[in-house]
């Protein structure tokens, strides 16, 4: 596995690679790996014949009162773990490589309003703007020939793919199905926050999800008196929600009669943690 810490080497060996026609995956993270990230690996390999990760806790996306400084990292674990999952090139670059002018002073990519002001992006305000500008930058060093995002992050996946069109950049995105845990608890860096009784305490905000959508398939239609009761259901189950919400799969906005396509999107504190969920719903036209 190749190990690359700044950005000149690794696009001389993506050029590289290129000449002999190769394929290339990425599949950004910020390090702290665990079967999720493997799975978006795996995934990644069934697109591309070579596959790079970068790894990067990208101070953008944390406001000053977030987890920036305790963010777990592991890097010698990681790259362990790369090249056990047969990774062709890991990129980690430091704050100086990605910003070498300050990251007070970057351009920054702003999402639209109707993506920018909504579900997490209410008790997060900047972090979006963060992520965007961070994939932005991230896509055009690697200029890959897809890159991978997983479903969990649902309104980040929608973001950066309405990033990729609007800017016209030259990759594609592939959205990676949820990696869950056997009680059904979705993935994270951020659950190793959890204690053992948490982590038990945590499963019921996928079978709430899954509650629901058995709900919305049976044919109910209130949907704020859905969520509603979704809401208390979790509180009561030691979550603080911020918010449960049933939206359109398409554009994340408020769903329309029309829309047989929904997505049901959670997220609340569970103990020290901040966990986030969602749950796809087709309903037959
Ligand atoms: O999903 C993540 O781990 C991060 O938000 C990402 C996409 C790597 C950007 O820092």
Redesign the pocket.
Known sequence: MLVFENIPTLRAQIRNWRKYSETIAFV???GNLHQGHLDLISYAYQHATKVIV?I?V?PL?FAPHEDFGSYPRTLEKDMNQCNAAQVAGVFIPTESVLFPEGKADTTQIVPPETLNHILCAVTRPHFFSG?AT??CKLLNIVQPDVAV??KK?YQ?LTIISKLVKDLNLDVKILSAPISRADNGLALSSRNQYLTEEQLNQASCLSAVLQQTKVCLLEGHADLPNLCQKAIEQLNQNGFKMDYFEIRSQNNLQEVTPQDKNLIILAAGTLGKARLIDNLEVNLIA
């Open positions: 950004p993270t910020m970068s990067f990208n996306q992520v961070i994939v995002f997983g992050d980040q």
